[in-house]
């Protein structure tokens, strides 16, 4: 595979961005973001350990808003792990009354939120596990 055009592989899965372990062997060594870089990507964004569906959703979409308000990657990554860490509890809930999702989704979301406290992703668990591998330029050029 070849990605010659391809600036940014993102890699929001569990433990994508992670490379070796006791019992790798050949290019598992290396891990996805290497492998990508190989093909041509000049940056990937990969997760350490496996991270939770919503909180890093959020993450995500906070991610690509100031990639595409121009910050470099490692800005653009650290600044949403930022919001995502000061995030309240009341600001999840209505996030996650606007995603669409189904009225029970919602409500277990609710009740999971309820038992953790004013600042739910204040824990580096939440936030922490992405890395910006490769190149840090911004993605989007600036004008």
Known sequence: MRLARGR???LSACESGAGF???????????????FILAGAKSVVGS????????TALLMVAFYRRLLAGL????ALREAQNWLRGLSREQAEELMARSGL????????????ARQGEAPYDHPYYWA???VFGSPQP???SE
């Open 72 to 75: 470099s990657l490692p800005q």
């Open 139 to 141: 993605v989007v050029p």
């Open 48 to 55: 350490l350990w496996a991270v939770p569906d919503w909180p």
């Open 129 to 131: 596990a992405f890395a």
């Open 8 to 10: 940014l592989v993102v």
């Open 21 to 35: 372990g006791p019992d790798s062997v050949g290019e598992e060594y290396l891990g996805l973001p290497a492998g």
């Open 102 to 113: 189904g009225r029970r989704d919602v409500e277990a979301y609710r009740g999971w939120l």
